[in-house]
C-alpha cells in the first residue's frame, strides 16, 4: 500500500480528518468506528455509506459515530488501533467487494477482523464472490480461518447466494453469526420524491458495466437501436473524479436527479437499479458476473418496479411493457423490519 498516494487522497477528500482523530481521542462515549468507506468516484459506494450513518445513528444512539474513510484507515489504523477499547463497535462498510475481485479491499476486511478481536464487529451488507479456481479457494480459505477466530463477528449477505455461501461454509464462534438484510441504499425515506410527468418523449436511461464484472455483450448496438425510437440517456453511477465528503451529498442527488427524471432504465449494475427504483423509475435489469443484481433485485419483488432479462435482446423486448405500465410502487417502508431485525441481531449478537 502507498501510504503517500492514501495520505493525497485523504486530503483531498477530508482535510479536516485531523480534527476527526482529536474527536476520536475526547470521546467519552463509546464509538461505532465505521470503516472503509469510499472516496473513489462510485457513487452507489457512496449512498451505502450515507445511508449506513442513518441507519446506526439511529438504531445505536448511545455510541458516537466515526466515519473513516478507507484512505483515513489505511494511513492512521495504527492511531486508530490504539485508541479503541473493548467497548467499541467496528462496523465495515457494505457493498460488493469481498472476494477476490477486489482482494485489495478483501485484506482490509480481513486485517480488520484480526486486528480486533475483543471488539464486535459488523460487515454491513455485502455480497461476496470468489473465482471458481485455486486461487479463489486459496482466498476463501485465508478469509474463513480468520473469520472463525473471531467470537463477536456480525456478517450481513445483502444477497440469497451470498448468504448460502457464507453459512454453509463458515464455522463461527460465540456470538459470530451470519444474516441476510437488504442493500443499505434500500434503507431509509426517499430523499427525492418524484415529479408529475406531462406529455413529452419517453426518456429511457442505460447504464452498462465496463469493467471485471460485465458480461453483457453487444451492448452499443443494442443502445442505438434504442435511440430510434426514445430519447436515451447513457448514465454512469460512477464518475472519474474522487468525491470529496463535503460533496458527497451534492453528487447523490444529481445522480438521483437523472434517475428521477426518466421513464425506464436498462441496467446491468445493481445501483443504478436502485438509484432507479427509490426515486420511483422502473428499471430493467440484467444480471453481472458476481449475480449481485438479481439478488438484490429479489428485495423488490412484489413493487412491479424491476424487470430481468438474461440478455440486452430479452431486455428489448421488455421496453413498451415497462413504459406502459402504471402498477408500480416502492416505499422503503416496505423494508423497515428487515432492518429493524438487523439493529437487534447486531445488539444481541
Known sequence: MNTVKEKVKLYLAYPAWHREMDRIKKSKKPRIFLVGTPVHGNLGDHAIAEKEKEFLIKYFPEYELFEILMPMYHTEKRKIKQLAVSEDIIAISGGGWMGNLWLENEKVIREIVAGYPKNKIVILPQTIYYTRDRKGKIEFGITKKIFEKHKDLCIFMREENSYLFMK??????????????????????????????????????????????????????????????????????????????SQRKNALHRSWREFREADLTITDRLHAMLFSVINGTPCIVMDN??????????????????????????????????????????????????????????RKG
Open 168 to 245: 454453509e461454509k463458515l464455522l463461527l464462534k460465540g456470538k459470530s453469526f451470519v444474516e441476510l438484510a437488504p442493500d443499505m441504499v434500500l434503507y431509509g425515506e426517499r430523499m427525492i420524491q418524484k415529479g408529475v410527468k406531462h406529455n413529452r418523449n419517453k426518456i429511457i436511461n442505460v447504464c452498462f458495466r465496463d469493467d471485471c464484472e460485465a458480461v453483457q455483450d453487444n451492448t452499443k448496438y443494442f443502445i442505438r437501436k434504442l435511440k430510434e425510437k426514445f430519447v436515451v440517456n447513457t448514465v454512469s453511477t460512477v464518475i472519474k473524479a474522487p468525491v470529496a465528503l
Open 289 to 346: 458476473r458476481t449475480g449481485k443484481v438479481f439478488g438484490v433485485a429479489k428485495w423488490l419483488e412484489g413493487t412491479g418496479m424491476v424487470r430481468k432479462a438474461t440478455t440486452v435482446k430479452q431486455a428489448a423486448g421488455y421496453v413498451m411493457e415497462c413504459l406502459t405500465s402504471g402498477d408500480t410502487a416502492f416505499s422503503e417502508l416496505q423494508l423497515s423490519p428487515y432492518f429493524e431485525k438487523m439493529a437487534e441481531r447486531i
